[in-house]
């Protein structure tokens, strides 16, 4: 698909509203034409036929009527189209939302979030501009001109005739111009994305300009970049303006002609065609109407840049779109034609398998799992994978190895390729404390019902107790009501792991899946964190841990390691 | 309008530019209000002038003049508009290039915590936008209200031809018809972006935890929860939009209106006036229609206010970030850069003096400790490691070395000079201060060492390389060392990210060092082969080496830890 078609798909839940918008713009077209015939009129009668403005009261009144209308016109298309674009904006957005949550952790891991982020919003409010004003002109672009075009025939055919000869050269006068500024700007794009991309590279980067002393050099290339970004960009322009000169120059010369044939005619120096028979309302007419037989294709033109943004703006989305097509894609293949289901879909009919798990009560057992990444082919072979109920699983390995990508298929985020993973069930909820924690900008309380969204806040404030979080928040302005995260209070690492645990007390997930919990940890963190492991697992959950931290080891009734990409059970020496 | 007042002060020198561009503008206008009136006078004048010929009546009109005029005027507001457009927009990214140099020498004044934050997505995006806004401060903020100003002016002289009482009237109420809904734009704009802004940062920061946080949220199955927030602030969002596009597109419509509703009263008393025989019929028609010409130049008064009104608060937002560095200005100086830092002083052991930290006490936020009392001695050449949990204020330890964060008591002396009192550049000079955060510059690999020291042979960079067990890396490298590394180019692992910066910091030759976390991101065996080659380029350096563990950390002659603000011998 085409950015321009998917735009137009994009569009079809607005249509009635898009058209609706075009009819304003066209009432607002046929009032400008209305305008115009009265003014004539009005001036005729009086210069010409030297009647008096008392006896042209209704026409008078009719004109003023006619130009309080016009803004009224003009509104409700705005406010039509307004609404019609924050539709197709809303159902985009969602969409592509609802595109990330299905894609997951996995599928999304190699995007950058915060561009990822950037899209989802600006890059859907760029859509605006396309359906707010470029569609509607769209229409009202072609039946105005016509329109008048008719009602210039009327008039005189002769100065009808020098607009509708102008109106089709201007699109390919617009057409040969634009072809050279795309062109032009295919070969400038690269060198002019990296110049507007070096200023933001060495903002980045200003700590370590200011430790080598290198702030001036690099103010100095910034300035020597930003002119070379200057000088491109104005080869760039100079030939796009052309094509809004083209139309700027019909405009005006048809506007010229007419006045001159008119002139001319009038004063009976043209002899032929309908000249000898204008008046001064006819001529003053279609003079009036000339510049409008322009403006809707001037406007389109303006609005022309909105469809440009629109067409960028889409195509990215399309790349992230399509991203989650081809995950679709394969997952339906390997569903369709591999030799065993896939393990979501095996999650998702869980109550039925988990009778079958070895002891019969719920335990997590994974069998001849291959895990695969994007880009990186199979990253790990678990022949087997046992956990019971109340017990800690270790799961160590050099980092790189996979572990963080086991624990993602546990956790029904990532498909393997074949084998199965059998999961407690009922409850299909897992406690997951990632490396480093997540947390959300908001307040502690909700980053800790994050793991619960239904708990009381009683049982929040004593998971939050259990964990520590209390202990720190406490000393915080508004204790557990404080916001946190990136544009709140920042937690340190081991604040953080504490959230992520009083997360994991608060669910009610029966299987608890642990990443590096102790990587950075003080202690103070890691005896909550340990003890809380203990806790948890008298609870009767199932912990898994994946780490390379050898205090674990002392805790953990079963372990496993990863070795040459295969996962192994450790045997106690 | 204070806030913008630096940024109309870099217009100064572009004041020539500026003015050459406003009168193609003017040029424009005045050539498309001439080509109208002056068609709609000749065309009454040929029809009266033709009556009278037709009734027998000797008359005589110039068709040259007039005739010449409008093809003057047609051909000129052609070209006016290109040639407008192009210069002003060169002028534009002149101005451009100026406020991004300054902008990035005001940055650059801030404290390394703010910087820090400077990496962040959101913020790099919002400069930009900020940015992008500001430049368009003169072509779509201020150059519009002066054009639409001087262009009634013009139309008003056309108008006293006819009628002076109807010409000041008609200028009268559309300076002030436009006025009025320029200033309102202004106001109502600003009130509507500074809502829209907040609610685009917050659906912003709502969607970047929704998909950072997506492991966690789709594990413990709140993503519906969470999903919520999401709606609730893109709902917030696109109705701020819309209030804002409808605010613009209502102002438009009204002065639209206005506008038709004076062309039509011109046009009336015109040809009333007419009728009393006080004016020609040319005239009469002149006079609406050198009005209705003013369509193009007026119309967009209240997109216009709407930008002064974003470029106002973009100019706020740019300002506040770069005033609340911790540090004032007088500590850093011009100079403070090039030269100094790029010379490369042999060090011989013995130059390398102490470091001491004297009772130091750093409180962060809402008064709690980070350093509580700090005392350390770091003798000429000792090497000192000190551990402890991220968080626990290893990085307040190095700043404080950087002279970036100053203490709330006690104080930090290198080679026994207070650093608060000392020379920020030659101080800088003498440190080799390695960051915990990596920053790498898009450019090649030999550019992003040279950046300690520019006049680094290739050869001196090939034994670097070497040393850091990155030569396998960058013989596989399309160009080696010249290889395009960063954004638009190829694409380093953290480990090699770091290994690099680690040899920016080694190619500096400082006597006094700082390492933050210098083998984080290594795996085991690469973090042992450079771990040998810190120790062995420490020698005769007096070094303070950070880490969350001691094996994180090269072998030092003492180790450290530090918690709850205080340092232990382990």
Aim: net charge neutral; charged share 20%; with cysteine.
């Amino acid at each position: 698909m085409k950015p321009s078609e998917w735009l137009a798909r994009e569009g079809r839940s607005v249509t009635p509203r898009l058209r609706l918008a075009a009819l304003y713009g066209v009432i607002e077209g046929l009032l400008i034409i209305a305008q115009a015939g009265l003014i004539a009129w009005l001036v005729h009668q009086v210069v010409m036929a030297g009647a008096s403005l008392n006896a042209l009261l209704t026409p008078a009144i009719m004109l003023i009527l006619v130009v309080l209308l016009r803004p009224v016109a003009q509104i409700l298309r705005a406010r039509v189209s307004i609404a019609a674009s924050s539709t197709v904006r809303q159902r985009v957005r969602s969409r592509l939302i609802d595109h990330a949550e299905t894609l997951g952790p996995a599928g999304l891991a190699s995007r950058d979030t915060g561009e990822t982020a950037s899209q989802l919003t600006e890059q859907i409010s760029a859509l605006d501009g396309y359906y707010s004003r470029y569609r509607p002109q769209m229409t009202v672009a072609v039946v105005i001109p016509l329109a008048i075009a008719i009602t210039a025939f009327t008039q005189d055919w002769i100065a009808a005739l020098f607009l509708v000869v102008s109106a089709p050269l201007i699109p390919l006068f617009m057409a040969l111009v634009g072809m050279g500024a795309e062109r032009l700007n295919r070969d400038q794009f690269e060198s002019v994305a990296r110049l507007s991309g070096q200023f933001l590279d060495r903002v980045r980067g200003l700590t370590t300009l200011r430790l080598f002393g290198r702030v001036d050099d690099a103010t100095d290339g910034i300035l020597a970049g930003s002119d070379e970004y200057r000088q491109r960009s104005m080869r760039v322009l100079r030939v796009a303006f052309l094509s809004s000169a083209v139309l700027e120059f019909f405009a005006s010369v048809a506007i010229a002609v007419i006045a001159i044939y008119i002139g001319f005619g009038l004063l009976g120096y043209i002899e032929f065609g309908p000249a000898p028979e204008l008046t001064l309302f006819s001529g003053l007419f279609v003079l009036l109407l000339a510049p409008e037989f322009f403006q809707p294709l001037r406007t389109l033109a303006q609005h022309y840049h909105d469809r440009a943004t629109a067409l960028g703006a889409a195509e990215l989305l399309m790349g992230f779109e399509a991203e989650g097509e081809t995950a679709a894609q394969d997952r339906s293949e390997t569903e369709a034609g591999g030799p065993t289901a896939c393990g979501e879909s095996l999650m998702r009919a869980a109550p039925a398998a988990g009778a079958r798990t070895p002891d019969g009560h719920g335990g997590l057992r994974a069998t001849d799992l291959k895990l695969e990444r994007p880009g990186r082919g199979i990253v790990l072979e678990v022949p087997e994978l046992v956990a019971e109920p109340g017990e800690r699983v270790l799961i160590e390995g050099p980092s790189g190895t996979g572990k963080t990508t086991l624990l993602l298929a546990l956790a029904g985020l990532l498909s393997p390729s074949t084998g199965d993973i059998r999961r407690p069930p009922l409850d299909q909820r897992t406690a997951w404390l990632g490396a480093p924690p997540f947390i959300a900008s908001a307040t502690l309380r909700e980053n800790i019902r994050l793991g619960y969204p239904d708990a009381s806040d009683d049982a929040l404030e004593a998971a939050a107790n259990r964990a520590g979080v209390i202990e720190f928040a406490e000393r915080l302005p508004a204790g557990l009501d404080t916001g946190v995260g990136e544009r709140g209070v920042g937690l340190s690492g081991g604040q953080a792991q504490r959230v992520a645990l009083a997360r994991a007390f608060v669910s009610p997930a029966p299987v608890i899946l642990l990443d590096e919990p102790t990587a950075a940890l003080d202690a103070e963190t890691e005896r909550y964190v340990l003890d809380g492991l203990s806790a948890l697992a008298t609870e009767g959950r199932i912990t898994v841990i994946a780490s390379h931290d050898r205090v674990l080891r002392d805790s953990a009734e079963r372990r496993y390691q990863i070795r040459h990409a295969r996962l192994e059970p450790v045997v106690d020496e | 309008m204070n806030e913008l007042r630096p940024y109309l002060s870099m217009m100064r020198p572009y004041r020539g530019r500026l003015l050459i561009g406003a009168a193609l503008m003017l040029v424009t206008a005045a050539s498309g209000i001439g080509l109208l009136a002056l068609s709609g006078w000749f065309i009454t004048a040929t029809a009266v002038t033709g009556a009278l010929l037709a009734a027998g009546v000797a008359a005589r009109l110039d068709i040259y003049v007039p005739g010449g005029g409008i093809r003057t005027f047609a051909v000129t507001r052609t070209v006016a508009r290109y040639f407008e457009r192009v210069f002003n927009h060169d002028v534009v990214l002149r101005l451009l290039r100026d406020l991004r140099g300054q902008t990035f020498s005001r940055l650059a004044n801030l404290s390394p915590g703010v910087l820090g934050q400077l990496r962040s997505g959101e913020l790099l995006n919002r400069l930009t936008t900020d940015i992008d806004r500001l430049d368009g401060l003169y072509l779509r903020g201020l150059a519009p209200p002066l054009v639409a100003g001087l262009a009634i002016l013009i139309t008003v002289a056309l108008l006293a031809i006819g009628s002076i009482a109807v010409a000041l009237t008609a200028g009268l109420i559309l300076m002030t018809a436009g006025a009025l809904i320029g200033v309102r734009a202004w106001f109502s704009g600003q009130a509507l972006t500074r809502r829209l802004a907040s609610a685009n940062a917050n659906l912003r920061a709502q969607l970047v935890d929704h998909l950072r946080g997506l492991t966690e949220l789709k594990a413990f199955g709140s993503v519906g929860y969470h999903r919520k927030r999401v709606d609730g602030l893109d709902e917030e969002e696109r109705a701020g939009e819309e209030r804002l596009a409808i605010e613009i597109a209502t102002g438009e419509a009204i002065l639209h209106g206005t506008l038709q509703l004076v062309a039509v009263g011109v046009l009336l008393t015109a040809l009333s006036l007419f009728a009393a025989d006080r004016i020609s019929g040319a005239v009469a028609v002149m006079m609406p229609l050198a009005i209705l010409a003013l369509l193009e130049p007026l119309g967009v008064l209240p997109g216009s206010g709407l930008h002064l009104a974003r470029a106002r608060a973009s100019a706020k937002r740019l300002d506040t970030r770069s005033t609340d560095g911790t540090y004032s200005s007088q500590e850093t100086h011009p100079g403070d850069g090039d030269g100094d830092g790029s010379q490369s002083t042999e060090v011989t052991p013995g130059q390398a003096g102490d470091i001491r930290f004297e009772s130091v006490t750093v409180r962060r936020g809402a008064g709690a400790k980070v350093l509580d009392e700090l005392s350390l001695t770091v003798g000429e050449g000792e090497h000192v490691g000190i551990i402890g949990a991220s968080g626990c204020g290893k990085s307040s330890l190095a700043n404080l070395l950087a002279g970036w964060l100053v203490p709330d008591s006690g104080q930090v002396l290198v080679e026994g000079k207070p650093v608060k009192k000392q020379d920020f550049a030659s101080h800088l000079a003498r440190l080799g201060y390695l960051t915990q955060q990596t920053d790498l510059f898009s450019g090649t690999i030999a550019g992003n060492l040279r950046v300690a020291c520019a006049e680094a042979s290739d050869a001196r960079l090939w034994s670097l390389i070497e040393v850091l067990a990155l030569d396998e890396f960058v013989a596989s490298c399309p160009d080696g060392i010249n290889t395009w590394i960063g954004e638009s180019g190829l694409e380093v692992s953290g480990g090699q990210a770091r290994r690099l910066a680690l040899g920016r910091v080694m190619l500096r030759d400082a006597p006094i060092v700082v390492l933050d976390e210098p083998l984080s991101g290594l795996d085991e065996a690469t973090a042992a082969q450079v771990s040998s080659a810190i120790e062995r380029w420490l020698t005769g350096r007096t070094a303070i080496v950070l880490g969350h563990e001691p094996s994180a950390i090269p072998s030092v002659d003492r180790l450290l830890q530090l918690r709850t603000g205080r340092l232990a011998r382990i």
